[in-house]
């Protein structure tokens, strides 16, 4: 099993930014995805942005240019810095992590393809 700690939520006004954190201990050597989704009220949860063990990343459309997904693999930890935040950008932020490759191009960001969840951060953007 994997577990999945996520920190770095807050409350930011319009434009601001943020960092995000998510430590993975446990069976992480199985580990092939790391990935980051969030889920607003009354929405469905959508992938963000997913690093794959090669360094392969992709990123949902909605956040391309403003988030970067890094790794740093000796402290098992994944980040997601955030740049000019949009009100819309507000949501619980999740971690997730896939054991098993997708044979597809780019990582996948369907969240019923993940096995271990984080209980998340939460991101506030004010107007």
């Known amino acids: 099993q994997v577990q999945l700690v996520e920190s770095g939520g807050g409350s930011v006004q319009t434009g601001g930014s943020l960092r995000l954190s998510c430590v993975a201990t446990?069976?992480?050597?199985?580990?092939?995805?790391m990935t980051w989704f969030r889920q607003a009220p009354e929405k469905e949860r959508e992938g963000v942005a997913s690093?794959?063990?090669?360094?392969?990343?992709n990123y949902a459309d909605s956040v391309q240019g403003r988030f970067t997904i890094s790794k740093d693999s000796a402290k098992n930890t994944l980040y997601l810095q955030m740049d000019s935040l949009k009100p819309e950008d507000t949501a619980m932020y999740y971690c997730?992590?896939?054991?098993?490759?997708?044979?597809?191009?780019?990582?996948?960001?369907?969240?019923?393809?993940?096995?271990?969840w984080g209980q998340g951060t939460q991101v506030t953007v004010s107007s």
């Open positions: 997730a992590t896939r054991k098993v490759r997708v044979w597809s191009t780019s990582p996948p960001l369907a969240p019923t393809l993940y096995e271990y």
């Open positions: 446990g069976d992480t050597d199985t580990v092939y995805y």
């Open positions: 690093f794959r063990t090669d360094g392969r990343i």
